[in-house]
């Protein structure tokens, strides 16, 4: 399992992670949700070491992230962040072949290439797979980057507002995929996300997060309750069940 253990993070005078404590149980959607500037991006890249944390531990399967090899880390724990600015002209084939690199350093052998092209298929763009990145719409483009992290092969996937400038279609087809990931391949998916009712629908447990601090986790279904969401985001949401999900009623 993940365990973030007392983390905290300061930039200048201001503390963005405020001695933060989570358990993050394998095999399940974890989602991290919380009004703006509430600290969950910056948990999210402290626990896969892209920024390092000031006070606490991080331990993934009993290791201290800090204590692991580079290359160790990323066959353990891949992370897809929210601004993925590639500078060179790249197929989505080429893309996905990235994901790879751990474990090939850029020399893919038959077994990385199954990967490659079972993340291709696994994100429907075998059709495309040819195309450059900037031939793409948003959401294509967004899962090719998924196929990616999917070809890395790793059991912790993290997410950074992946819905981010995606559709309605879209934004269910990513869901989708990642609820598929969990149940049938197995992974961990922690997710940063902003729309409650994706949360709501698609996630196993929440962790709710408020200027720096953890205000409650526990279960989807305890998390999504009206008195519980006033204290995280300082309003009033009605919740209704719909098909047997809880969904949040928040524009009127």
Known sequence: MVEV????????????????????????????????????????????????????????????????????????????????????????????????????????????????????????????????????????????YIAMVIAQNTEYILLDEPLNNLDMKHSVQIMKVLRRLVDELGKTIIIVIHDINFASCYSDYIVALKDGKVVKEGPTDEIINSSVLKDIYDMDIKIENINENKICVYFS
Request: hydrophobic fraction near 30%.
């Open 5 to 144: 253990r007392e983390v905290s993070k300061q930039y200048g005078s201001k503390s963005v992670v405020d001695n933060v404590s989570v358990k993050i149980e394998k095999g399940k959607i974890t989602s991290f949700i919380g009004p703006n500037g509430a600290g969950k991006s910056t948990l999210l890249s402290m626990v896969s070491r892209l920024i390092t944390k000031d006070t606490g531990e991080i331990l993934i399967d009993n290791e201290e992230v800090s204590q692991c090899k580079s290359n160790d880390l990323a066959k353990k724990i891949s992370i897809l962040k929210q601004s993925n600015h590639i500078n060179i002209r790249l197929t989505i084939k080429e893309l996905v072949c990235f994901g790879r690199f751990p474990y090939s350093q850029g020399n893919l052998s038959k077994e990385d290439w199954k990967y490659v092209n079972e993340a291709i298929t696994y994100m429907e763009l075998e059709d495309i797979q040819d195309k450059y990145l900037d031939q793409l719409s948003g959401g294509q483009r967004q899962r090719a």
